[in-house]
Structures are given as structure tokens and as C-alpha cells.
């Protein structure tokens, strides 16, 4: 890729990622979800019913947030092998990880259908077949840790990255794997595993917009730089 291409594609990386912190303030706090399992499957169908629209819009929005994630890592990663050139492979483990959090997917999927079939009548135990066997929060904090792990490491080796987002990647990335293990437990909110993912998710937040600001920062000064350098040798 030329200087041109590599900028467009860093620009377009913070485009993604905040538009994944967007995303995912608009399902937190507008589109409601479907009831935890702790309810009665009828009532569990009843909130499906009546809420229909917004449970199908947060699926929506969430298929969204997992595309704009999965373009935001990828830039990541693609910028992190620029900068390791031959000699590194951390982007790899980045990517791979990145690219596994498309498991989210599934789980829009599975409420889509669920929904669907509720408005079309299915009723009774059947439906817990077509229940979401977890959150998506549960579901791609492994991938999520994988990414983090990849991106701590690589960004502190290659400094694409201030040397403070490379530590909390590390941090995310051990809370995304402690975190995880609340699917392990009986509570509805993961217990006292569920105060990692928390965290986790919070802090994912703080790094996603501070990597976008430097991704797009870096482009800019690279526009910069070969502005001036076109002007020297003219």
C-alpha cells in the first residue's frame, strides 16, 4: 500500500471506532433486550412480543457495532504491521482476535429469530431452544482478550500506539479472560465475575476512542510529513 492508502485506511479505522462507541451507548441505553433467563418462558415471549421493534433494532445495532469493531481491529492490525514490518507477528494475534468477535453475530441472529418466531405464534418450552445461550459481552470477551493481547504487546514494541494504551490493552485483556468465567456461575448479573467484565467493557470504551484519536492523528501528521517532503524537493 502507498502513503495515500495507508492514511485513508487508518482514517477510516477511527471512523469505525467511534462509531463502535456510538453503537454501543445507543444499545446500552435505547433498544431494549430480551428478559434474563431467570423468567418464565412466557413472560420471556410476552417482552418479545410487545417489544418487538426496539429488540429487533438492538440486533440491528449490534450487527452494526460488530462490523464497525471488526473494521476498527483490523486497521489496528494492519497498522501494527506496517510498523513491525517482517520481524513481528503481534498484528497476527490481533487479527485473530478481532476477527473471532464475530461470534456476536450469532448472537443477533439467535434474537432475531427468536422474535421472529414469537410473532409468529410459537409458544410454550419449545422457545428455549432458540433462547441466546449468553450476552454477546460473555460471548466475544475471549476474542476481545486475544485482540487486546495482540494490540498491548505489538503496540508496545512498535510505539504505533502511546505507551499508556499498550498497558491498559494488557489490563483489558486479563479482565476480558477473569471476566469470562461469569458465565460459569448461576447469577443472571455473572456474580462477583461479573465486576471484571464490567470493567472490562468500560474501559474497552476508553481505548477504542483513544486509539481512533491516535490512528487519526497519525494520519494527519503522515499527511503532513509528505506535504513537506513534496515541497522540499520541488
Avoid at 95 to 106: E, F, P
Avoid at 207 to 215: D, G, H, M, P, T
Amino acid at each position: 500500500m502507498n502513503d495515500s492508502s495507508d492514511r485513508l485506511l487508518d482514517r477510516v479505522g477511527a471512523a469505525a471506532g467511534i462509531a463502535v462507541f456510538a453503537l454501543f451507548l445507543a444499545i446500552v441505553m435505547v433498544a431494549p433486550a430480551l428478559p434474563a433467563p431467570n423468567r418464565s418462558i412466557e413472560a420471556i415471549a410476552r417482552a418479545a412480543a410487545d417489544d418487538a421493534t426496539g429488540i429487533l433494532l438492538g440486533s440491528y445495532l449490534g450487527a452494526l457495532m460488530s462490523g464497525a469493531l471488526l473494521v476498527f481491529g483490523a486497521s489496528v492490525a494492519a497498522r501494527m504491521r506496517r510498523a513491525e514490518a517482517a520481524g513481528g507477528g503481534w498484528w497476527l494475534i490481533a487479527l485473530a482476535g478481532i476477527s473471532a468477535t464475530a461470534v456476536g453475530l450469532a448472537t443477533d441472529a439467535i434474537v432475531t429469530t427468536f422474535v421472529r418466531s414469537v410473532g409468529h405464534g410459537v409458544r410454550g418450552a419449545t422457545l428455549w431452544i432458540g433462547y441466546p445461550s449468553g450476552p454477546d459481552g460473555v460471548l466475544i470477551a475471549i476474542p476481545l482478550a486475544v485482540f487486546f493481547l495482540g494490540a498491548g504487546l505489538g503496540a508496545r514494541s512498535t510505539a504505533i500506539l502511546p505507551r499508556w494504551l499498550g498497558n491498559l490493552a494488557l489490563a483489558l485483556a486479563a479482565l476480558f479472560v477473569v471476566g469470562a468465567g461469569s458465565v460459569t456461575g448461576s447469577e443472571v448479573d455473572g456474580g462477583v465475575l461479573g465486576l471484571p467484565l464490567l470493567l472490562g467493557y468500560l474501559g474497552l470504551l476508553v481505548w477504542i476512542v483513544s486509539a481512533s484519536i491516535s490512528l487519526w492523528r497519525g494520519a494527519t501528521v503522515a499527511r503532513s510529513g509528505a506535504v513537506v517532503l513534496q515541497g522540499a524537493e520541488s
